[in-house]
């Protein structure tokens, strides 16, 4: 399917937090999004539902939004949150430039190339390499500056993304990611009475606590198709523990409220990035909930239950949005 935009007027209602976390909201929860300051003057562009390749031939749905021109233009690739194999409208969320997220609105109004690859949901297996795949199928679009390639997701979104730039450390410039999910799993499996378990808040112990128990039995899957102990398999999934391989310029937003994924989480990937030599760029606030990087409206998922945003976290909210952008138009202006 295919349609063609000059802007963007329409809106979906689709959750894109971490799985174990968040629920799609109902056509009655959607709520006209705010304006944020951007260009007056976005590019048209067509948007369709394509499939890419993976590696072992495996078909992956994706969204393609590509502006009108001739380019080479940057390309973003958007990787949505929660679990894999998902629908075409999961996808069009974080491509389209009738996205209910304001983020990926602004990322519309940008000449740049946007992909939304689905990945299988196989955790610890081909998630990772689906999204690397999809990575190098953006890089080879027509139209597309192969130089000049970056990636963003948050929460799981955010973990598969920071996995990519690990496991290809050249086939993208820089990458984004939102309160990423599971970034050392040896941390999020290990002893609740120690840090950083001890550091986070009965709230974020009882999401995170629920969470890993919903993971185990993956985590038993995939420690035995890779012969692998359960710790061996931890280790070797850790993008901290393999924040040296990292080469891409990285970005990291995170938020002292998010009971998903708290600070303290991060915390030891940054640390990590910086002993490697590449220290990431971090944007921090104070009140926003998990998924404030999208900024969608609704009470689901994170805001179940929460009511409306406070003025403070729509300021928050803009803040991360303009320091993303920043961050993007940054790395794709440097040839």
């Known amino acids: 399917m295919t349609r063609l935009y000059a802007i963007a007027i329409t809106t979906l209602s689709v959750s894109l937090a971490l799985g174990a976390c968040a629920g799609a909201p109902s056509a009655s929860q959607a709520k006209p999004v705010p304006a944020t300051a951007a260009p007056a003057a976005p590019p048209q562009r067509t948007v369709t539902e394509i499939t890419l390749p993976a590696r072992d031939g495996r078909p992956l749905k994706a ?26 409208e999961v996808l069009r969320n974080v491509a389209d430039p009738a996205s209910d997220a304001p983020m990926v609105q602004l990322f519309n109004r940008k000449d740049w190339i946007i992909l939304a690859p689905g990945y299988r949901n196989d955790w610890f297996g081909a998630e ?49 990611a939102g309160s990423p999910f599971l970034t050392h799993p040896p941390a999020f499996f290990g002893d609740k009475t120690q840090p950083p ?30 012969q692998q102990t359960p710790e061996q398999l ?42 490697a030599g590449n220290p ?28 409306a945003k406070t003025d403070e976290q729509r300021r928050e909210e803009e803040r991360a949005h303009a320091a993303t952008l920043r961050f993007f138009d940054s790395c794709f202006a440097r040839r």
């Open 234 to 275: 931890l280790v070797a999934h850790s993008s901290q523990a393999d924040a040296a391989k990292i080469r891409a310029r990285v970005l990291l937003l995170t938020s002292r409220a998010d009971e998903q994924v708290p600070p303290v989480m991060v915390q030891g990937l940054i640390d990590a990035l910086a002993r």
């Open 63 to 88: 969204v393609l939004s590509m502006p009108s021109g001739p380019g080479p233009f940057p390309v973003l690739v958007a990787v949505h949150g929660g679990q894999g194999d998902r629908s075409y």
């Open 280 to 307: 990431a760029e971090i944007v921090a606030v104070d009140k926003s909930l998990h998924g404030f990087y999208w900024g969608r409206e609704g009470e689901f998922g994170a805001r179940a239950g929460r009511g």
């Open 197 to 226: 378990w001890s550091q986070i808040s009965p709230g974020a112990e009882a999401w995170m606590g629920a969470t890993r128990e919903r993971l185990q039995l993956a985590v038993s899957r995939a420690s035995q198709r890779a």
């Open 128 to 176: 990772e390499t689906d999204l690397v795949d999809a990575v190098r199928y953006a890089a080879r679009l027509p139209k597309a500056d192969p130089r000049r390639v970056g990636v963003f997701g948050g929460s799981n979104g955010g973990r598969l993304t920071l996995r990519a730039a690990v496991l290809d450390p050249t086939a993208m410039k820089c990458v984004g």
